[in-house]
């Protein structure tokens, strides 16, 4: 009889101790509320163990308005508010409320910094606790201090619990740089091909045209335009001695080329380019005109020099292209306009340029009126 009850005294012991070294082990994160409102304390910084809530003393005294102080002659700690006074011991946890004795302090140690127990404290200074459980939360509280119920008090709390995700951007910035790739002087018989390699390499392009060759191959201008890519205006004579005679004369070219494109395709257009480059043609009058009509202009930071090669040379272009390209970078250029021309080998070498584009990693776009980027030989910033 005696060998049998000892057994199983042998056994609960084994049960409620390994009970205990579980418990001390689980440390069960809790966010703590006073009265109406969260506590600023991070998840895990309070925590339930060994089936107590506890949190960092030092930050909950502060937290609840107990001023603390330690006695270093006899190792106590007093902690204070309205008057009252809770003394203990941190070794012995033996405690006095008031010079009375009361309850040993609930104390924890967790890498050198001590946890105390919010109920213990909160009790002593007439603080009443509820677990929230739904919401891991201990609300310590006074009838006088809270409004709300614990209702009131979680509903009123959401956004503590259910901070809000930063909303996304609906157009995130492009982290990537641009190369606009622009083709002058068309439509023209080389347009297909052009518009074909663009789409076979999801590639958007700005074309300048030339107003008799958007009547001549409206075919491929409709097409431009469909596609997605930006027409822009490059005069009607594409002559030096006609066009800039006279800011007039050069005004007039470019409204015709506008309406022909509207005309054609639908698009309003108001980037020029200025047949041979903007300088040193557009001086100030011609500048003034073009900003008061609203005109942007686009010169170009790499001149893929693509005018002067046949189809047997045509390597040579893409040589120029990279080697432009290589210069911007270098200058720390996010944004390149590279220039070509509706010609028979740039169309030839074109497949070969864009591959080397996108392996340099720039985003192929068309020229976008709402992002304009200057990029005219006078630094005109109007334009
Ligand atoms: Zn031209």
Known sequence: ??????????????????????????????????????????????????????????????????????????????????????????????????????????????????????????????????????????????????????????????????PKAPKPNPNPPSKKPIAYVTFDDGPSVYSASILNTLAAHKAKATFFYIEPNVRKYSTSAKKAAKDGHYLGLHSVTHQVNRLYRSPQSFMSEMNQTQQTVKQVTGQSSVLIRAPYGSKPYLKQPYRNAMAQKGYRLWDWDVDSLDWKHSPSTKNQILQNVKAGVQQQKKRGDQNVVILMHEKKATAEILPAILDYLKKEGYDLQAYNPSAHVTQNFWKDGRL
Request: aromatic share 14%; hydrophobic share 40%; proline share 2%.
């Open 1 to 162: 009889m005696r060998k049998w009850a000892s057994a199983v005294f042998f056994c609960v012991m084994m049960f409620a101790f390994g009970g205990t070294v579980l418990g001390a082990t689980q440390e069960k994160g809790i966010y703590l509320g006073l009265h109406d409102k969260m506590l600023p304390f991070a998840k895990g910084e309070a925590f339930i163990v060994n089936g107590q809530a506890v949190a960092p003393m030092a930050k909950l005294n502060k937290a609840l308005y107990v001023k603390q102080s330690f006695n270093q002659v006899d190792g106590t700690y007093t902690l204070e508010k309205h008057g009252k006074k809770l003394i203990f011991n941190a070794s012995t946890k033996e405690a006095s409320f008031n010079g009375k004795k009361t309850t040993p302090a609930i104390i924890y140690m967790k890498n050198n910094e001590m946890y105390i127990g919010v109920r213990w404290v909160a009790d002593h200074f007439g603080l009443k606790t509820d677990y929230l459980s739904a919401h891991q939360t201990v609300r310590i509280y006074s009838p006088q201090g809270a409004k709300l119920s614990n209702e009131e008090f979680i509903q009123a709390n959401q956004s503590f619990f259910h």
